[in-house]
C-alpha cells in the first residue's frame, strides 16, 4: 500500500473514532426548546416526576419556565448541549426589562436567566407568590 494511502487512511480513521467519541458522549449541536413537548422533556430529565400543567418557553428556545399542579416553577436553561433546571424557590425574583422576563433562581451558580416569553407578566407575578 503506498505511504500516502496509508496516512490518508489513518488520519480518516481517527476522524471517525473521534467523532463517534463525540456522538457517544452526546457533545455537539446545542439542543433547542423547540415545542412545548421538548420542554417538559427537558423538565423530566432536569427534575424526575416534575409534571407541568403551564410551560413558557424562551422565543429562541434557549430557556423555559414551566409550572405543575402543585404550584411549583422550574426555571430551565440552556447548559451546553443539555439543559440545566432549578426549581424556583422564595429566595427567586423576577422583573421585566424591555418586554423580557429576567428570572435569579437565588442560587448564585445557576445565574441569571433571560426569557422572552407571551405574557411575562403572569410569570414574574407566579414566582413572586412563590
Known sequence: MPPDLLQFAGSLGAILLLAGIAWSLKLGPRRRLDSDDA????????????????????????????????????????HGSHFAGRLLGDMASARIEDGALIVDSGERRYGVVRLAIDQPEAWRDAIARL
Open 39 to 78: 420542554a417538559r422533556e427537558a423538565g423530566a430529565e432536569a427534575l424526575d416526576g416534575f409534571v407541568p400543567i403551564a410551560v413558557a418557553r424562551d422565543r429562541g428556545g434557549e430557556a423555559a419556565l414551566l409550572r405543575d399542579d402543585e404550584g411549583r416553577i422550574l426555571l430551565l436553561r440552556q
